[in-house]
C-alpha cells in the first residue's frame, strides 16, 4: 500500500506491511469503515490518507477531540463497541488496533457483524515489542516494578472469540516490524499502550519514569536514535456475501 499523503501528522504507528496485508485479504481501504476503539485515529490515519470514509468510535470525549484535530476528514464519534451507534449493515470494513482486549470479544464481535454489509471484511490486530529487541528488557523490568503484566495493552491468552464468531475466511497473519526510533518516541508509545490499556495514571507515572531510568542505564543519557522491533498478529475474516 502506497500511502499518498507524506506529511501524515504523526509516523506510522503499524508497519506498511500490515496494511499491504489488508489490501491482499481484500479490505475495501478507500470504502466506509469503522474504527472500533479508535483513540486518536492511529489504526485508520493510513486509510483516511488514502481516500477511506472512515468514522471513528469511542467512549472518550478527549482522545476524539484530538483525532479530529489529526484526521478532520473522518467522522469521530462517541459510542460504545458493543453497543455501536450506526445502522446495520452500513460499513464496508471494521478496524481495531490495539484495543480489542479491552471489550467484551464476544459481544463486540456480534457488533461488528451486524453493522458489515455481506461480504465486508474484519481486521483486529495488536502489537508488541518483538522478544529479541534490546529495549524489551526494560520494559519488562519496569512492569514487574508497577506490577502489571508485561504485555499490557496486547492480547493474552489468544483469541477464541473470533475463531468461534459467524465470519468465514478467518486468518491470522504475523508480521515483524523492524524501525528506527529514538528514546522519546519509544517511552511516548509506551505510555499511550499502558493509558489505552486502562493502568492507573500513578502506574503510568511510575512505569514510564522507571523506563526512562532504565534506558540510561542500559544506554547511556545520549541515546540517539536505535533499532526496534515489534510483533504485530493481524486477525482477518469476512462476513459471508
Not at 496485508?21 to 481501504?29: K, P
Not at 465486508?120 to 506490577?147: F, M, N, Q, T, Y
Request: proline share 4%.
Amino acid at each position: 500500500m502506497t500511502v499518498e499523503n507524506e506529511a501524515l501528522a504523526r509516523p506510522l504507528s503499524y508497519s506498511t506491511s500490515l496494511y499491504d496485508a489488508l489490501v491482499e485479504f481484500g479490505l475495501a481501504i478507500r470504502g466506509k469503515i469503522l474504527d472500533a476503539g479508535c483513540g486518536e485515529g492511529d489504526a485508520s490515519a493510513p486509510l483516511i490518507d488514502n481516500g477511506a470514509a472512515v468514522t471513528g468510535i469511542d467512549t472518550q470525549a478527549e482522545v476524539l477531540d484530538r483525532a479530529r484535530q489529526l484526521h478532520p476528514t473522518a467522522t469521530w464519534r462517541l459510542g460504545d463497541v458493543i453497543a455501536l451507534p450506526v445502522e446495520a449493515a452500513s460499513f464496508d470494513a471494521y478496524l481495531c488496533g490495539q484495543g480489542f482486549h479491552l471489550f467484551d470479544r464476544t459481544k463486540a464481535l456480534a457488533e461488528a457483524f451486524r453493522v458489515l454489509k455481506p461480504g465486508g471484511s474484519i481486521a483486529i490486530w495488536w502489537k508488541h515489542a518483538l522478544s529479541g529487541s534490546p529495549v524489551r528488557p526494560l520494559c519488562d523490568e519496569a512492569a514487574r516494578e508497577i506490577d502489571i503484566h508485561p504485555l499490557a495493552g496486547t492480547l493474552v491468552g489468544g483469541f477464541r472469540e473470533f475463531y468461534a464468531s459467524p465470519f468465514v475466511d478467518q486468518t491470522l497473519r504475523v508480521l515483524q516490524w523492524r524501525l528506527v526510533t529514538t528514546r522519546a518516541a519509544f517511552v511516548a508509545e509506551e505510555r499511550a499502550r499502558l493509558e489505552h490499556a486502562g493502568v492507573a495514571e500513578e502506574q503510568v507515572r511510575r512505569y514510564v519514569a522507571t523506563l526512562e531510568r532504565l534506558f540510561k542505564e542500559q544506554f547511556g543519557p545520549d541515546i540517539g536514535s536505535f533499532q526496534h522491533a515489534y510483533m504485530q498478529y493481524l486477525y482477518l475474516a469476512r462476513k459471508k456475501k
